[in-house]
Structures are given as C-alpha cells and as structure tokens.
C-alpha cells in the first residue's frame, strides 16, 4: 500500500476543495478500511491548516481594525463622506 504524502495545501481554497472531495469519497462507502483511517488523517490535516488560516485571517481583520479602519478626519477635523 502506497501512502500519499501530506504536503501543505497552496491556500484556503484548495484545502476546503481537498476536504470536500475526502468527505464525498468517506461517504460513498467505497473505501477500505485502511484508506478510510487515511482519508481521516489526510482530512484532520486539513482541517487544522483551514481552522489556522482563519484565526490568522481574524486577527489581520482586528489588526486593521484597531488600526487603519477608522473614520477618515481631514486637517480642519471634519469627517469625510
């Protein structure tokens, strides 16, 4: 039995692609036992990269937020609209 090797997935998007495709296949109760134990592993994997994706995602939003996000106030201190 080969194992396909983890690698890291190039972005959000494709991990949730990857993670769709394993539930789809998990559910068509096609698989053996020992590819169901590694589409597990393979999907525990991605979700951990996704869950991480977005905390980091959340803090550069409060990042901006308590930052650059704030109303815009000219020189003669009136806001812009």
Known sequence: MTRKSSTQPQSFEAAMA????????????QLALQQSLAAYQRGA?????CQQALADAQQ??????????K???SADGANES
């Open 18 to 29: 990857e993670l769709e495709r394993i539930v789809a296949d998990m559910e068509s109760g």
């Open 45 to 49: 994997e991605l979700l951990q990269f």
């Open 60 to 69: 550069q939003v409060q990042v901006l937020e308590n930052g650059m996000l």
């Open 71 to 73: 109303p815009f106030t």
